[in-house]
């Protein structure tokens, strides 16, 4: 049995997840590791020019250079692959940053085009879940996937450069954003729906949910309902008028109070509600009845087209 080990530069954190592949090409995650590290903090808005800056650089390099460690004490590790996302493909200086990685840790980072993330989303889900009809919605820092399936084959899928910290700079929206800009940030996210004629297919399709903003609703939820949110989240499921409620009580809380709300994962609290906002806006404009939580998505699609 060998061992792949796969490093996920996001917008908001950076991953690692060693997998184990066995005989029949079969896998499962043996260990996963994450840092907040915010690649996508102050880089501006989208249509301009990008910067990664130097803070964030900083933080990214330092989780890369401790997931070293950690997988070059894997055994019968064969292979370590590297991916970045929408934070370094709209980057200004991204060659010159992967060019950095690569003299640090000796990995050479595959920049994904947005089409490909949501491409690999998909193929995480479906490699999760039995799902014949579903839409699917990754948020992250600084861009949310969509796709839609149907007999489950992807009809299309597309990336919207806009994510959880970029909407948040963008909208004011870290600490209680205020009536005038919520109010510009749905119109902001409805046009862009508006765009996406083929979303309408989708019309009450569960709505597979992907990204941090998303598990964190997923953890009050269970918390709601069963007095603690250990517990595993892939697979579970939540109405759309339980996932609205936790959106509404979030929405009414300031800084401090959205962080004590969410507890251990309080570092999102100035990302959350521009995170939220989309899934919420596709929860009703399309009808959708409940949301499935994956914890399958970019990473799981990437081993198993790698094992195919």
């Given at each position: ?10 917008s ?5 997840a ?21 690649l ?58 992967l ?14 085009s ?12 479906m ?14 820092g600084?861009s ?57 297919k ?11 903003a ?31 409620e ?20 309080k ?13 919420v806006?596709?929860l ?25």
């Amino acid at each position: 049995m060998k061992k792949i080990a796969l490093l996920d530069l996001g917008s908001n954190s950076t991953r690692m997840a060693i997998y184990q592949i066995n005989s029949d090409n079969s896998f499962q995650e043996i260990k996963r590791f994450k840092e907040m590290t915010r690649l996508a903090e102050g880089m501006g808005e989208s249509g301009k020019k990008l910067t990664l800056k130097k803070a964030a650089i900083e933080r990214t390099v330092a989780a890369l250079e401790k997931f070293k460690g950690e997988y070059e004490k894997e055994p019968r590790l064969t292979l370590v692959r590297g991916v970045a996302t929408a934070a370094v493909r709209s980057a200004s200086n991204s060659v010159d940053f992967l060019k950095l990685v690569k003299d640090k840790i000796g990995v050479d980072i595959e920049i994904l085009s947005g089409d490909s993330e949501a491409y690999y989303d998909y193929a995480g889900v479906m490699h999760a879940f039995e799902l014949e009809n579903c839409l699917i919605c990754d948020m992250g820092g600084g861009s949310f996937e969509l796709a839609l399936v149907k007999d489950r084959q992807a009809v299309d899928y597309i990336s919207i450069p806009y994510g959880a910290v970029t909407l948040s700079e963008k909208y004011n929206a870290s600490n209680k954003i205020s009536a005038a800009d919520f109010f510009a940030l749905q119109r902001f996210i409805l046009h862009k729906f508006e765009q996406l004629p083929w979303l309408t297919k989708g019309v009450g399709f569960p709505l597979v949910l992907l990204g941090g903003a998303n598990r964190t609703v997923a953890r009050q939820g269970q918390q709601n309902s069963t007095g603690t949110n250990d517990q595993g989240l892939h697979g579970k499921k939540m109405s759309s008028f339980s996932f609205v409620e936790v959106f509404q009580d979030w929405l009414a809380k300031d800084h401090q109070e959205l962080k004590v709300a969410l507890g251990v994962e309080k570092e999102r609290a100035d990302i959350i509600i521009a995170g939220l906002t989309p899934v919420v806006l596709l929860l009703e404009k399309y009808n959708i009845p409940e949301v499935v939580f994956s914890e399958s998505g970019v990473r799981e699609g990437i081993i198993a087209e790698l094992t195919k």
